[in-house]
């Protein structure tokens, strides 16, 4: 349901006039968005939606804490730019029309305009790690498996209760 008040008028129909049901923008896998994105949005439903329609990455002034937290544990890159740069990339977008796209370069955290500008981004070095590799919080968690066996082995023998077992 992911911008469903905009998205449909009140018959269903697609509204031809809201952005993303717009010729070039359809498909879109960067969202531009506004200051202060996915406040009020703490529940990782919403990221599911975004990435539902097939966003990959939002770019914002800002976005909500836990939002953009939810962001990072759920796969979609949340990039946070100064606004004025926000708007400017939101101008590029529409003059280009989806007929020339972003790029945005994970590996050396820049975002390539439609008009060729190459702008820098920072992201936490753990969250781009875990992106670039395709990590969520369950994988990062089994990269500790032996560590995990260790620790289960040794309090099982120290307390045998928790486990429901008896040590003879």
Not at 55 to 75: E, H, L, M, S
Request: charged fraction near 20%; charge should be negative; include cysteine.
């Amino acid at each position: 349901f992911a911008f469903a008040p905009w998205r449909f008028l009140a018959d269903g129909e697609e509204n031809p006039e809201f952005e993303l049901n717009r010729p070039g923008f359809r498909d879109a896998q960067i969202l531009i968005a506004g200051r202060n994105f996915g406040c009020g949005s703490s529940r990782e439903m919403a990221v599911w939606a975004l990435s539902g329609m097939g966003f990959r990455c939002v770019i914002a002034p800002g976005f909500g804490d836990i939002f953009a937290n939810n962001c990072t544990k759920n796969g979609l890159l949340a990039i946070s730019l100064p606004e004025n740069r926000v708007n400017d990339l939101a101008r590029s977008s529409e003059q280009a029309a989806g007929d020339t796209s972003f790029t945005i370069d994970l590996e050396t955290n820049t975002i390539t305009s439609p008009k060729g500008d190459t702008i820098p981004f920072e992201i936490a070095a753990g969250d781009r790690d875990a992106l670039l590799a395709g990590l969520d919080e369950i994988s990062k968690t089994l990269q500790h498996g032996d560590a995990i066996a260790a620790f289960q082995a040794r309090d099982r023998l120290a307390r045998p209760w928790i486990y429901g077992v008896t040590v003879a």
